[in-house]
């Protein structure tokens, strides 16, 4: 990094021909300049610029130095300009990888309403359950419900979304309606995987209920649409199955009682990121507060 630095102070040197009017431009004292540029030809093992009291000359060397510099110092600047502009306008793919039934049903207004607001960025949206590689796979950030697996990656809050129990209004007439959580042991439970234990909160206790199920699901989007089909009582997020409540599919049932938040989080291989990728991850988080 110091001889990129060098670099610039010798281009200046040369464009401003001469130490002190170089150091009224840069603001880098005329002594410190001077020493630099010693520095630098000591380095290289040539002298770059003859000195004279009045002026300054490039030697050979220093005239075939200076022109490969300046390409590279002018390439530089014209990089971080670039850079600029993709922060006031974000631009280029943006490539996620997304819990399938969570972007379908939730995040998918979502990114709609991103991309109206950046015409600039290009979406490559994988939506899988698998854990894409974000070191290996060409991933800017992916999404993922639940507490993250892998330490080595940057993980970035965006929210948490807090799930509550509903079912059917004909499983409800069929089964009855159950008046306390540990009366979920006698009624059929889906989730996603196999339900084992389900946690609850609410006045002012804690319980966890052992809960049972005919359906091992690694489906959220199945698991809500077999509760629509009268099969059983589920445990998800309001904001999951708003659509079915709001037409009557499926009502809220003990509703004193909710579940453990689902953290929901951004994951990158990095901290330094594009703007297409922070903006992306900045706005996700408004939203999911």
């Known amino acids: 990094m110091e001889l990129l630095n060098d670099m610039v102070l010798f281009v200046e040197v040369v464009k401003a021909k001469g130490f002190r009017r170089a150091a009224e431009a840069t603001g880098v004292p005329n002594?410190?300049?001077?020493?630099?540029?010693?520095?630098?030809?000591?380095?290289?093992?040539?002298?770059?610029?003859?000195?004279?009291?009045?002026?300054?000359?490039?030697?050979?060397?220093?005239?075939?130095?200076?022109?490969?510099?300046?390409?590279?110092?002018?390439?530089?600047?014209?990089?971080?300009?670039?850079?600029?502009?993709?922060?006031?306008?974000?631009?280029?793919?943006?490539?996620?990888?997304?819990?399938?039934?969570?972007?379908?049903?939730?995040?998918?207004?979502?990114?709609?309403?991103?991309?109206?607001?950046?015409?600039?960025?290009?979406?490559?949206?994988?939506?899988?359950?698998?854990?894409?590689?974000?070191?290996?796979?060409?991933?800017?950030?992916?999404?993922?419900?639940?507490?993250p697996e892998n330490s080595q990656l940057i993980a970035r809050p965006l929210g948490a979304l807090t799930p509550h129990l509903y079912a059917s209004p004909a499983y409800l007439a069929r089964a009855g309606e159950p008046s306390a959580p540990e009366a979920l042991a006698r009624h059929q439970c889906l989730g996603v995987l196999k339900p084992g234990v389900w946690r609850f909160h609410g006045e002012g206790r804690q319980l966890e209920v052992a809960v049972d199920s005919r359906f091992a699901l690694n489906s959220i989007g199945l698991a809500k649409r077999l509760a629509t089909l009268d099969m059983g009582i589920v445990l998800m997020p309001e904001e999951i199955v708003a659509d079915e409540v709001a037409n009557g599919a499926l009502r809220r049932v003990l509703p004193g009682w909710r579940g453990t938040p689902v953290p929901v989080y951004a994951l990158t291989e990095t901290r330094l990121l594009p703007a297409k990728t922070q903006r992306f991850i900045e706005f996700l988080q408004q939203r999911l507060r």
């Open 31 to 147: 002594s410190t300049l001077s020493r630099r540029i010693a520095a630098l030809e000591k380095s290289i093992g040539l002298r770059l610029l003859h000195r004279t009291t009045r002026r300054i000359e490039l030697t050979e060397a220093g005239l075939l130095y200076y022109e490969r510099c300046r390409r590279i110092v002018d390439e530089a600047r014209l990089a971080h300009e670039q850079l600029g502009e993709m922060l006031a306008q974000p631009s280029g793919v943006l490539r996620a990888s997304l819990p399938v039934d969570f972007a379908v049903i939730y995040l998918a207004p979502m990114i709609a309403e991103f991309a109206r607001l950046h015409p600039g960025i290009d979406f490559d949206l994988d939506l899988t359950p698998r854990r894409v590689d974000l070191v290996s796979e060409p991933f800017d950030v992916a999404v993922r419900m639940g507490v």
